[in-house]
T-cell receptor
Framework: DQQVKQNSPSLSVQEGRISILNCDYT??????FLWYKKYPAEGPTFLIS?????DKNEDGRFTVFLNKSAKHLSLHIVPSQPGDSAVYFC????????????FGSGTQLTVLP | DAGITQSPRHKVTETGTPVTLRCHQT?????MYWYRQDPGHGLRLIHY???????DKGEVSDGYSVSRSKTEDFLLTLESATSSQTSVYFC????????????FGEGSWLTVV
């Protein structure tokens, strides 16, 4: 029962353009969704989170949108930079779960110069 | 960067031997976690701890045990390593506040031959 799904294993965009990474989920019992970025041979790094009571959260070049009716969230990166090339994971934090995270399988983003 | 140290960072071991991975934190966070990352699966929770001597199972706990005798240390033990436990293992820490950052260590690469 995969509760968090990232259907695109890879995405390539040109530098300066928008990157949109998508994530779908299968139930609604959660407090937060979090996005992590991971470079090879390093641990995941927290990017941004969104509460279940919000539709949007923004932090600099990163914006996360939550569509509760469609059970879908997306991460927008504008403008994309070559240093953004990494694997991006969405993760769900369930209510009352001691902050256990359920991760999607990740999307490899490549930003082309 | 959060003060998380994983050891060893790389290890090759033989099938059937015991292996212990150590996670050490200097942040005095209450919660500690062990995840494994495998291709196509993102990160999956093995075990977590919500205090000294308080631990619980995660999604993929079979074949693993943990111990936490001090706030700063969380040990993951493979009692008898198998080839299916070849993976990258990440420790994570959290202060417990929902939506707050959960910090990850740099990972321990384990190969069971």
């Amino acid at each position: 029962d995969q509760q968090v799904k990232q259907n695109s294993p890879s995405l390539s965009v040109q530098e300066g353009r928008i990157s949109i990474l998508n994530c779908d989920y299968t139930n609604s019992m959660f407090d937060y969704f979090l996005w992590y970025k991971k470079y090879p041979a390093e641990g995941p790094t927290f990017l941004i989170s969104i509460s279940s009571i919000k539709d949007k959260n923004e932090d600099g070049r990163f914006t996360v949108f939550l569509n509760k009716s469609a059970k879908h969230l997306s991460l927008h990166i504008v403008p994309s930079q070559p240093g953004d090339s990494a694997v991006y994971f969405c993760a769900r934090e369930a209510s009352g779960s001691a902050r256990q995270l359920t991760f999607g399988s990740g999307t490899q983003l490549t930003v082309l110069p | 960067d959060a003060g998380i140290t994983q050891s060893p960072r790389h290890k090759v071991t033989e099938t059937g031997t015991p292996v212990t991975l150590r996670c050490h934190q200097t942040e005095n966070h209450r919660y500690m976690y062990w995840y494994r990352q495998d291709p196509g699966h993102g990160l999956r929770l093995i075990h977590y701890s919500y205090g000294v001597k308080d631990t619980d199972k995660g999604e993929v706990s079979d074949g693993y045990s943990v111990s936490r005798s001090k706030t700063e240390d969380f040990l993951l033990t493979l009692e008898s390593a198998t080839s299916s436990q070849t993976s990258v293992y990440f420790c994570a820490i959290s202060d417990g506040g929902s939506g707050n950052t959960i910090y990850f260590g740099e990972g321990s690469w384990l190969t069971v031959v």
